[in-house]
């Protein structure tokens, strides 16, 4: 279970747009992200490489955590605000869910839940 001081700590580097960073510092090494039903993605290394990516294709980001943080044991529910200016010029925002399980200080599987319809095309 997650002290509040390590979810303050996460949420201000997410919020700082430390993603990258974010994933290296409160991750473990065999961590999962999965977007709403699909398949997982594996490994911290893997995750940090993907989200590398995906920012390098933005000329800006904003993050916004929405409160209240819900923690129940070892599982965090925290609402996201991300607001995307992508370099092909297009914009967007997506308001998602992200449901964490967290083996002590760390997130071992993180699944967002999200419509898919936010999702524009850098």
């Known amino acids: 279970m997650p002290s509040a001081e390590t979810l303050e700590r996460f949420i201000s580097r997410v919020e700082a747009n430390d993603h990258v960073v974010a994933i290296e ?5 065999n961590a999962s992200m999965q977007e709403n039903q699909q398949p997982p993605r594996r490994g911290r290394a893997s995750l940090m490489e993907r ?9 800006r980001v904003r993050s916004h955590c929405v409160r209240p ?3 129940a044991g070892d599982r965090v529910v925290v ?3 991300f607001e995307f200016e992508w370099k ?3 914009s ?5 869910l992200a449901y964490q399980r967290w083996e ?3 997130i071992a599987e993180e699944q967002f839940f999200y419509d898919p319809a936010q ?3 850098p």
């Open 25 to 29: 510092e409160f991750y473990t090494e």
């Open 51 to 59: 989200e590398a990516e995906v920012l390098a294709r933005a000329r």
């Open 69 to 71: 943080v819900f923690v």
């Open 79 to 81: 609402r996201w605000v």
């Open 88 to 90: 092909s010029g297009k």
């Open 92 to 96: 967007m925002r997506m308001d998602e």
């Open 104 to 106: 002590g200080d760390r």
């Open 119 to 121: 999702l524009v095309q």
